[in-house]
């Protein structure tokens, strides 16, 4: 009888065994991804679900002070997106980018969601389209996130926080 769970015990450890060495092989993968794209310290790598996808969030943070934020397919190594949120819109990355400045699109995302603005954020989203990102606590209470594209001035994307 001891015998027997001595092989149990042994199997369950080779299996934990193969699937950290399988896991470590999806980070190696994803790393190397991010590193092609962004160089820095990487701040956060986490696991987590999106859509049904198991994909590693990897967090990295530039010297020129911009941070990228990565979701990687953790069973292909593949990027499958990417953000940049900048310091502020005067960074070189954004300022080429944008058509409307910050003002113009506060007055857009308040148009449509009245209250206030608590945050801001800078970024450049996967598909390269310049971001003004705003977190508004409406009059009514709830707060809501809206993204304002800085070329055309148009709400790209609105939810509720």
Request: net charge negative; with cysteine; glycine share 6%.
């Amino acid at each position: 009888m001891k015998m027997k769970y001595q092989f149990c015990l042994s199997s369950l450890v080779m299996l934990i065994s193969a699937a950290a060495m399988a896991d470590d092989a999806a980070i190696d993968a994803c790393r190397k991804a991010v590193g092609e794209i962004a160089k820095g310290e990487t701040v956060k790598i986490e696991l987590e679900q999106k859509k049904g996808l198991a994909v590693y969030e990897i967090e990295v943070k530039a010297a020129d002070g911009s941070e990228w934020e990565f979701k990687c397919d953790k069973a292909t190594g593949k990027i499958v997106e990417k953000e940049q949120e900048l310091p502020n819109a005067d960074h070189p990355a954004f300022a080429a980018l944008k058509k409307i400045d910050e003002a113009e699109a506060r007055k857009i995302a308040l148009k449509t969601y009245p209250g206030t603005i608590t945050e801001v954020e800078y970024e450049i989203e996967s598909d390269g389209t310049p971001t003004y990102e705003f977190d508004i606590k409406m009059t009514d209470g709830r707060k809501m996130e809206v993204e304002i594209d800085a070329a055309t001035g148009k709400i790209v994307k609105a939810e509720e926080d």
